[in-house]
């Protein structure tokens, strides 16, 4: 059965996207931790960021960056908070969230509902404006600079 990020991916239930590529989307939360939560998913359904293929990790972490800049600009913050908790869905999600202190990134201090045209105002004001270029390849993870024992 499809989690509930699949279902959303695939347009089968609504979502407020201000992201999309061919290996992940990025879209508002409907339980936000504060104005601008949006939570960066990858297509490939992965219960666990620790099986994620290195170049999707990779990918999610800089849409992650593209995300929470577009964030920056729109609403200020004092910071962007990125976090990777996995708990109440399994399927990989990134919450990139704009905060002010660290109450801001209380769960239980989420939203239990939001007004659909609040989640469109967010996202038009947070959208990210340009398409990141795929990172290097870090060194540590080159075979050839990996000496076997």
């Known amino acids: 059965m499809p989690t509930i990020f699949s279902r959303i991916i695939s347009r089968e239930i609504p979502g407020t996207f201000v992201w999309r590529d061919d290996l992940c989307v990025a879209f508002m939360s ?10 960066v998913v990858p297509r490939v359904e992965t219960d666990h960021w620790l099986d994620l293929d290195t170049a999707v990790a990779q990918h999610l972490m800089v849409v992650s960056q593209f ?8 609403f200020d913050p004092t910071r962007i908070a990125m976090m990777i908790v996995g708990l109440e869905v399994p399927h990989v999600h990134l919450h990139v969230v ?5 109450g801001d990134v209380n769960f239980a201090r989420a939203a239990r509902s939001v007004d659909p ?3 469109e105002g967010a996202a038009r004001s947070s ?8 990172p290097p390849e870090p060194a540590f993870a080159r075979q050839s600079d990996v000496s076997s024992p």
């Open 127 to 134: 959208a990210p404006r340009a398409t990141p270029k795929p």
């Open 98 to 102: 704009p905060i002010h202190e660290m």
């Open 30 to 39: 409907i339980n936000p931790l504060n104005t601008g939560h949006a939570l």
């Open 117 to 119: 045209v609040d989640l």
């Open 67 to 74: 995300v929470g800049r577009a964030q920056q600009a729109a």
